[in-house]
């Protein structure tokens, strides 16, 4: 069953989120090509929810860091996993993920996201675009540019006037 897409969010995102929340669903992404909306959008739900918050880009970059190159893309998945099972039932705000798009970890970030949720409920912040019903991470001009399409995930789209 594909993923609802809530297109042009007006307000405090009670809507989607109230939605998300009493719905059977696991994983929300917010979606805005404009990190610095993304990161607006998290603190206001940390005001609303008080929910725990994972920043995956330092710490796990910190995790990674005297692990050799060909163990590293085993050693990121399963450090996510440890995390998000660590916050349990959740749900959590997964944030600063861009480490994970990067090539030489292997890895499929939707997917992983689709599969830690399984357990643990979460709103994912996720840099990128979604038009007619494909998901991006980036913009097309950036290195690690990727897409998918039906990404099967409810999707909040992030309207530049927000």
Not at 64 to 87: D, G, Y
Not at 140 to 150: I, L, S, V
Request: net charge positive.
């Amino acid at each position: 069953m594909p993923g609802k897409t809530y297109v042009g969010m007006r307000g405090c995102m009670r809507d989607p989120i109230s939605e998300f929340l009493h719905s059977p669903r696991t994983c929300l992404l917010l979606v805005s090509p404009n990190i610095q909306k993304l990161a607006d959008k998290i603190d206001e739900l940390l005001v609303l929810y008080d929910y725990p918050c994972l920043s995956i880009g330092r710490a796990l970059s910190e995790a990674l860091l005297f692990t050799l190159p060909k163990h590293r893309p085993h050693t990121a998945n399963q450090w996510i996993r440890r995390q998000v099972s660590e916050m349990t039932p959740g749900p959590i705000l997964i944030t600063r993920m861009t480490l994970l798009f990067h090539p030489s970890l292997e890895l499929d970030p939707l997917r992983l996201m689709r599969d830690v949720s399984r357990r643990t409920r979460m709103i994912v912040a996720w840099p990128g675009n979604c038009a007619d019903n494909v998901l991006s991470y980036a913009v097309p001009d950036h290195a690690h540019y990727r897409t998918w399409r039906e990404p099967q995930i409810p999707i909040a789209y992030l309207t530049q006037d927000e």
